[in-house]
């Protein structure tokens, strides 16, 4: 998995026949040099401009081959770190690095080529995992949850659980025992990112750093949350540039204060979205980049209150690599026919099957 806050490439091993998960195997971490992740950066402005889900115009062809490339590399890499044989994996599931994310114009990109990546393997591998949905009127995000109800379903917290995962964009799972119900819930890490790559040329707030010095604008959250995505109910989806600072008037903060505030605005809008569950959870699980952030958790850990809030690693799970683990289970119940959308995750009309199976 290749995600929203362009890190590195996350591997990880599962076995699961699709519903239930018998056993995680090791995992695996293939990070971006700062040139790498510059050409993807570049391919998610020249995405913005895309009307046709096949094309590679420009920059995105370039970053179409260097996404299959470093997947089989990182594939390889983790099979020979783990002594894994190739037959002994059922299925590989390769997510690509998503460009452009309009589903209400019913349009969904992720590049990289998943035939190419077959070929490359030697492997089968189930990818394209959006796009069904997306053509059936669906938002075609978040694709986890089905994953997330699989995790936490019999977990012994109080329920009803919500999962938590911040990543570039943050999306939540409510797990009741029924069918799950989900959607984005706003920013997640990669206003943060983006405000200080600008500012310092890190590439994030390290630990929370920056933000556990800075003051909170309450103001400027206050106005982003009046936006009218949050105030729409689940399902919803975002594209990673859907607030982009461009797009919100972010004032001229110090590195501190931004930091803070921007921090703010993505426990705000996960707490915003608690009216639109069927009701309050009991306990918050937060996985991805924000699990993280100790600064972040403070935050979440205030807004959400009296709800618990934990790591997933505290419950004995993978922040790291829960995405990743993640699209092997989908992989999986793509080859088995299972549905991998459903109307409390999407919007779709009836549950959905979702991904193409190719081998090599």
Same mark, same amino acid.
């Given at each position: 998995m290749s995600g929203t806050s362009l890190d590195g490439v996350d591997v990880a091993l599962i076995e699961t026949d699709g519903v239930k998960i018998a056993a995680f195997g090791p995992v695996g971490y293939r990070p971006y040099s700062d040139a790498e992740r510059a050409l993807l950066r570049q391919a998610l402005a020249e995405g913005a401009s895309l009307t046709d889900r096949a094309a590679r115009p420009g920059v995105l062809a370039?970053?179409?081959?260097?996404?299959?490339?470093? +997947?089989?590399?990182?594939?390889?890499? @983790?099979?020979?770190?783990?002594?894994?044989?190739?037959?002994?994996?059922?299925?590989?599931? @390769?997510?690509?690095?998503?460009?452009?994310?309009?589903?209400?114009?019913?349009?969904?990109?992720?590049?990289?080529?998943?035939?190419?990546?077959?070929?490359?393997?030697?492997?089968?591998?189930?990818?394209?995992?959006?796009?069904?949905?997306?053509?059936?009127?669906?938002?075609?995000a978040p694709l986890v949850p089905v994953f997330h109800q699989a995790l936490?379903?019999?977990?012994?917290?109080?329920?009803?659980?919500?999962?938590?995962?911040?990543?570039?964009?943050?999306?939540?799972?409510?797990?009741?025992?029924?069918?799950?119900?989900?959607?984005?819930?706003?920013?997640?890490?990669?206003?943060?990112?983006? @405000?200080?790559?600008?500012?310092?040329?890190?590439?994030?707030?390290?630990?929370?750093?920056?933000?556990?010095?800075?003051?909170?604008?309450?103001?400027?959250?206050?106005?982003?949350?009046? +936006?009218?995505?949050?105030?729409?109910?689940c399902p919803k989806s975002l594209d990673r540039n859907a607030f982009a600072s461009a797009n919100i008037g972010l004032p001229d903060f110090t590195v501190a204060d931004g930091a803070a505030t921007l921090s703010a605005l993505t426990a705000a809008s996960v707490a915003r979205v608690v009216k639109h569950l069927p009701e309050p959870p009991r306990s918050w699980i937060v996985a991805g980049?924000?699990?993280?952030?100790?600064?972040?958790?403070?935050?979440?850990?205030?807004?959400?209150?009296?709800?618990t809030v934990q790591t997933a690693d505290a419950v004995g799970w993978s922040s790291q690599s829960i995405e990743a683990q993640a699209f092997a289970y989908l992989a999986v119940r793509t080859q088995a026919g299972l549905p991998i959308t459903f109307p409390g995750t999407t919007g779709v009309k009836q549950p959905m099957t979702g991904g193409v199976v190719i081998r090599p």
């Open positions: 370039e970053a179409e081959a260097f996404v299959t490339r470093v +997947h089989a590399e990182a594939v390889e890499a @983790f099979l020979a770190a783990e002594n894994i044989a190739k037959a002994d994996i059922t299925i590989v599931g @390769f997510h690509g690095q998503t460009v452009l994310h309009r589903p209400q114009d019913r349009l969904t990109v992720q590049i990289g080529d998943g035939a190419a990546l077959a070929r490359q393997l030697g492997m089968t591998v189930a990818y394209d995992f959006r796009a069904a949905d997306v053509a059936a009127g669906g938002q075609g936490a379903r019999d977990l012994a917290r109080a329920h009803p659980i919500a999962v938590l995962n911040i990543g570039g964009v943050a999306n939540v799972t409510f797990v009741d025992g029924g069918d799950p119900v989900a959607c984005d819930t706003g920013p997640g890490n990669a206003l943060i990112d983006d @405000f200080m790559r600008a500012r310092t040329g890190a590439p994030l707030d390290r630990d929370g750093d920056q933000a556990a010095r800075g003051t909170v604008d309450e103001d400027f959250v206050a106005r982003v949350l009046a +936006h009218e995505f949050f105030v729409r109910p980049g924000g699990a993280r952030n100790p600064t972040m958790m403070k935050m979440l850990a205030q807004r959400l209150a009296p709800a």
